[in-house]
């Protein structure tokens, strides 16, 4: 419980999914609403209710809201955008270059999730609005989603058994693991953030 309202009162919420993670499974209503914890309004964008559930999902499966979290191979931050990647979105967006430049992608949560959420949005365009190749794109790069549409076919229009078939063939695992697990961080993100929803299709996450 320390570690729940240590990360609540310092707003470094990835305490709180460690925290909840570790929870007995019978502390249900801790594992709910810290292991899934709801950003500061302020450091999210204006976005549809479904990008923002979306944007909760990855963020949880990226950096469990570790909001200076770098990985190995360079990425920063909450979205854990390479440098590369957010200066390109950066200059899409017309936003001058920070005083503390890449720093700012861990100093700046809400810049961190400015950049992250422009660029899961240009997967969404890419895609028309398919969340499982957004968020593979935004793990793998669109090029290999380009790739294994030609290869393994485009589930889109044919259904939801064809969008979990096509999810089972990714052929890289770490892309196929993190799909699945933001599509399971999403559901339950749609249901936090809207509790009288009683069911939600499984179509509703493609």
Do not use: C
């Not at 100093?107 to 895609?127: F, V």
């Not at 399971?184 to 509703?204: C, D, G, I, K, W």
């Amino acid at each position: 419980m320390m570690l729940v309202e240590m990360g609540k009162d310092t707003q470094q919420y990835h305490y709180n999914v460690f925290a909840a993670k570790k929870i007995l499974s019978g502390a249900k209503s801790i594992l709910f609403e810290d292991g899934y914890p709801a950003l500061p309004k302020t450091w999210m964008p204006r976005r549809s209710a479904r990008d923002i559930t979306l944007t909760h999902a990855l963020i949880r499966q990226e950096s469990n809201f570790e909001t200076t979290a770098k990985s190995p191979a360079g990425a920063l931050g909450l979205m854990q955008l390479m440098p590369a990647t957010a200066g390109q979105t950066r200059v899409k967006l017309g936003i001058p270059r920070p005083a503390n430049g890449v720093d700012a992608l861990l100093s700046d949560p809400a810049y961190n999730i400015m950049l992250g959420t422009t660029y899961l949005e240009q997967m969404l365009d890419r895609y028309n609005g398919s969340a499982v190749m957004a968020v593979a794109a935004y793990n793998a790069g669109p090029g290999r989603v380009d790739r294994w549409l030609k290869e393994m076919g485009d589930p889109r229009s044919a259904g939801d058994e064809a969008m979990i078939d096509w999810i089972e063939m990714i052929p890289i695992y770490e892309t196929r693991n993190y799909v699945q697990r933001v599509l399971e961080n999403q559901f339950v993100y749609m249901y936090r953030f809207a509790p009288e929803t009683q069911f939600v299709r499984l179509s509703s996450l493609f």
